[in-house]
């Protein structure tokens, strides 16, 4: 039986393509209807095939009915998107006081805690602050889904008839970093957040070179986004089907006080 949650969206990945749900999208944020912040996962999210003035963003205030889900992790809910309500969104003033104030209190010591407690209680949702970004690899990748995922891709969508199939981006984005672990032997982790692919494909349709593109990713990503004068944390989280396997789904880079 659902029930009503209130929470804000911090992470909003890429589109996947799922053989059962079609295209869809992990989100995931910060509950605030609960006595102390908590993390919670919503899939499957058809973000594309929502009407345009429910597509929410990042950083902001929603309300839906959910559900238990099939799936095992501890902070995963099944959403009700014909329930969803649109509130504000937290904006950056202030250093990003709102924003911090949200996520501060969930702030982990490292990368590495977030594996103990992995095993331990199957957390599969975390934050934390690197201690030192060492760097962001971009590698090519096959450009075509394979052929089952393409069928997907394919279908038509009577709601949306004019919806264009999702693009494959052509490169993997990975953080090599070391977290604030004794012993750390250093992370090298995929980044999937949708904001990486839709800069790729902004600076690509203004007809950027491909190596001007990927310049330019690397220089927001790596050069602005994890740079001394940025108190930079990353958002992680597992996989379903790879509990061990955690990807960077987005990062939080307030200015450092």
């Not at 429910?54 to 501890?74: C, G, M, N, T, W």
């Not at 990003?96 to 990368?111: F, G, I, N």
């Not at 927001?220 to 740079?227: P, R, V």
Request: net charge neutral; with cysteine; glycine share 8%.
């Amino acid at each position: 039986m659902g029930h009503t949650i209130e929470m804000v969206v911090t992470v909003k990945a890429y589109p996947s393509i799922s053989r059962t749900y079609g295209e869809t999208v992990c989100v995931a944020g910060v509950r605030t209807d609960t006595p102390t912040p908590e993390w919670v996962r919503l899939y499957p999210v058809v973000y594309r095939d929502l009407q345009f003035d429910l597509r929410f963003k990042k950083y902001q205030h929603i309300a839906l009915e959910v559900a238990d889900a099939s799936d095992p992790r501890p902070e995963s809910l099944r959403p009700n998107l014909d329930t969803l309500v649109l509130g504000d969104v937290i904006g950056t003033n202030g250093s990003w006081r709102e924003r911090r104030a949200l996520v501060d209190p969930l702030m982990l010591q490292s990368m590495c805690e977030l594996r103990v407690l992995q095993k331990k209680e199957r957390r599969s949702l975390g934050v934390f602050r690197p201690a030192q970004v060492d760097d962001l690899t971009i590698k090519s990748v096959d450009d075509e889904w394979g052929a089952g995922k393409q069928g997907v891709v394919d279908q038509a969508n009577l709601f949306f008839p004019g919806k264009t199939g999702l693009e494959k981006i052509p490169y993997r984005f990975r953080y090599l970093y070391h977290c604030d672990d004794t012993g750390c032997p250093r992370h090298e982790q995929t980044i999937v957040d949708w904001e990486i692919a839709q800069l790729y494909r902004t600076l690509r349709d203004k007809g950027a070179s491909e190596t001007d593109v990927l310049h330019k990713i690397k220089d927001k990503w790596l050069g602005q986004m994890c740079s001394a004068t940025r108190d930079t944390a990353f958002f992680v989280g597992n996989q379903f089907r790879n509990p061990d396997g955690f990807l960077v789904l987005g990062v939080f880079w307030p200015p450092r006080s």
